[in-house]
T-cell receptor, first 113, second 110 residues
Framework: EAGVAQSPRYKIIEKRQSVAFWCNPI?????LYWYQQILGQGPKLLIQ????????DSQLPKDRFSAERLKGVDSTLKIQPAKLEDSAVYLC???????????FGPGTRLTVT | DQQVKQNSPSLSVQEGRISILNCDYT??????FLWYKKYPAEGPTFLIS?????DKNEDGRFTVFLNKSAKHLSLHIVPSQPGDSAVYFC?????????FGKGTRLHILP
């Protein structure tokens, strides 16, 4: 079974530029999550999707972050414009309905200079 | 306000001995607890979990203990192996959302 795929793996941008991350969840997993992990911290939830609908985006900085999951499968997370404090690893995870375990992709390491 | 706390940033254990990683939580509404393992440049990998109605769950070398009255859980790894060197995250579930601790870095010494 293929795992959660993410791209790119690494990205370096200057502040005020924009960036987008892509995630393909495990086949059949209806729930998809985006997390931000800052060095030395645990992953922090940004947004949760159930199929193509948003369940929880209360922690998403909506003035600069946006996310979509148009067809209920792949998802993109965008930052525009980026700030220095956005430097982090962005993790995508998916979960099967009825299960508790979330399965994570390898993450995208973003460096904002 | 940290709802899931891992107070030991790092832990060193001799190969073959027992590793014990600890975690405390504050929210009594958590219904499920999970441990994840993370290697550098990889995403967290699910390791083992326990329902809030249980007090122990065992899977091979890994055992998780839950003490609800103390709001404390622990992960025991025995015997510890070199491949166990990683960062371990304690996590707690409520409403299909997981809250993670800051992690404990485990070093297995030869």
């Amino acid at each position: 079974e293929a795992g959660v795929a993410q791209s790119p793996r690494y990205k370096i941008i200057e502040k005020r530029q924009s960036v987008a991350f892509w995630c393909n969840p495990i086949s059949g997993h209806a729930t998809l999550y985006w997390y931000q992990q800052i060095l030395g911290q645990g992953p922090k939830l940004l947004i949760q999707f159930q199929n193509n609908g948003v369940v929880d985006d209360s922690q998403l900085p909506k003035d600069r972050f946006s996310a979509e999951r148009l067809k209920g499968v792949d998802s993109t997370l965008k930052i525009q414009p980026a700030k220095l404090e956005d430097s982090a690893v962005y993790l995508c995870a998916s979960r099967l309905n009825g299960a508790y375990e979330q399965y994570f992709g390898p993450g995208t390491r973003l460096t904002v200079t | 306000d940290q709802q899931v706390k891992q107070n030991s940033p790092s832990l060193s254990v001799q190969e073959g001995r027992i590793s014990i990683l600890n975690c405390d939580y504050t929210n009594s509404m958590f219904d499920y607890f999970l441990w994840y393992k993370k290697y550098p440049a990889e995403g967290p990998t699910f390791l083992i979990s326990i329902s809030s109605i249980k007090d122990k769950n065992e899977d091979g070398r890994f055992t998780v203990f839950l003490n609800k009255s103390a709001k404390h859980l622990s992960l025991h790894i025995v015997p510890s192996q070199p491949g166990d060197s990683a960062v371990y995250f304690c996590a707690a579930n409520r409403d299909d959302k997981i809250i993670f601790g800051k992690g404990t870095r485990l070093h297995i010494l030869p």
